[in-house]
């Protein structure tokens, strides 16, 4: 069956680190990745997306993920992270893109000391 | 455009018991899935309907069902009620290309599931 392994179930960082979660997936074929965030009492929301192109990807408030096919992963980085980035960052797959189906990795908390 | 929406926020139920809980989508999108979130299981997806039709069902057992309106609205029923179904139940909308396929899933905020 198909699974996403986070590898960071708890980081703890002082602002201004730099920030690397990793996700690797376990599937041969095509897959459309995202990384989502939930903020403390907040929904899930999107940070970035991968589908096609350019492996490195952007996505909001700073955030960059690099897609690696031949390692199956979808690492999640930030140069410097901020006090309000403390939160929980999650990993999903999508196979094919043909179902509503995200197979979600078990999460990663990050806490930001300021 | 309006996010997801979802109903009620917040649920208090006993064993045995049944629910239904209901999902407003985005506007003009088809799909909706449906979530589950416990900590210790994580998100694990329970099911995704896509123009009134059931498409992927995730390995939950028949007392979770659904269904999808004309207009997209979505709506998720457990029967008989367990105490592990405590959890927060998230639904996702997202648009489609012209052959259905998924884009991205945007999600809304949840009901959080208590079963006494």
């Known amino acids: 069956a198909q699974s996403v392994s986070q590898h960071n179930h708890h980081v703890i960082l002082s602002e201004a680190a730099s920030l690397e979660l990793g996700c690797n997936y376990s599937?041969?074929?095509?897959?459309?990745l995202f990384w989502y965030v939930q903020y403390p009492g907040q929904h899930l929301q999107l940070l970035l997306k991968?589908?096609?192109?350019?492996?490195l990807v952007k996505g909001i408030k700073g955030f960059e993920a690099e897609f690696i096919k031949s390692k199956f992963s979808f690492n999640l980085r930030k140069p410097s992270v901020q006090w309000s980035d403390t939160a929980e960052y999650f990993c999903a797959v999508n196979i094919n893109g043909n179902t509503g189906k995200l197979i979600f990795g078990q999460g990663t908390t990050l806490q930001v000391k300021p | 455009k309006a996010g997801v929406t979802q109903t009620p926020r917040y649920l208090i139920k006993t064993r045995g018991q049944q629910v239904t809980l209901s999902c407003s989508p985005i506007?003009?999108?088809?799909?909706v899935s449906w979530y589950q979130q416990t900590p210790g299981q994580g998100l694990q997806f329970l099911f995704e309907?896509?123009?009134?039709?059931?498409?992927n069902k995730g390995n939950f057992p028949g007392r979770f069902s659904g269904r999808q309106f004309s207009n997209s609205r979505s709506e998720m029923n457990v029967s008989t009620l367990e105490l592990g179904d405590s959890a927060l139940y998230l639904c996702?909308?997202?648009?489609?290309?012209?052959?259905?396929?998924?884009?991205?899933?945007?999600f809304g905020p949840g009901t959080r599931l208590l079963v006494l």
């Open positions: 599937y041969g074929g095509t897959v459309n």
């Open positions: 309907y896509f123009s009134e039709t059931q498409r």
């Open positions: 996702a909308s997202s648009p489609t290309s012209g052959q259905g396929r998924l884009k991205t899933q945007y």
């Open positions: 506007s003009g999108h088809r799909s």
């Open positions: 991968y589908f096609s192109g350019d492996p």
